[in-house]
Nanobody, 129 residues
Framework: RVQVVESGGGSVQTGDSLRLSCAVS????????VGWFRQAPGKEREGIAA????????FYAEFMQGRLMISQDNAENTLYLQINNLKPEDSAMYYC??????????????????????WGQGTQVTVSS
């Protein structure tokens, strides 16, 4: 079965950068999608980034204002999400999800949490001013 494990969260200061990791296992093929989401207390889970591992296409939510960068280590099946210039409003639980390529290649559902099936347990990011 597919397993997704996030790591790399922590407590940082405004303006700092952080790199989150997402290790995906269980797929028997190399083409699938990985998405990054976050959820702050009292708010809905929102998608912020995704990558189609088959083509390498990357997608970023516009509201993140260019502060994100996805990279990957193919040998380790690990994805990384770097978040730059962190702000207190970025404080949230950050989740990684994995699913078939159709999810992230469809712009209508790419950042919809309900469209993704395999989830990690989340990693907390706290940004103080």
């Amino acid at each position: 079965r597919v397993q997704v494990v996030e790591s790399g969260g922590g407590s940082v200061q405004t303006g700092d950068s952080l790199r989150l990791s997402c290790a995906v296992s269980g797929y028997t093929y190399s083409s699938y999608c990985v998405g990054w989401f976050r959820q702050a207390p009292g708010k809905e889970r929102e998608g912020i980034a995704a990558i189609d591992r088959g083509t390498g296409l990357k997608f970023y939510a516009e509201f993140m204002q260019g502060r994100l960068m996805i990279s990957q280590d193919n040998a380790e099946n690990t994805l990384y999400l770097q978040i730059n210039n962190l702000k207190p409003e970025d404080s949230a639980m950050y989740y990684c999800a994995a699913d078939g390529r159709g999810v992230c290649l469809n712009g209508s559902i790419r950042f919809a949490a309900a469209a993704w099936y395999n989830w990690g347990q989340g990693t907390q990011v706290t940004v103080s001013s």
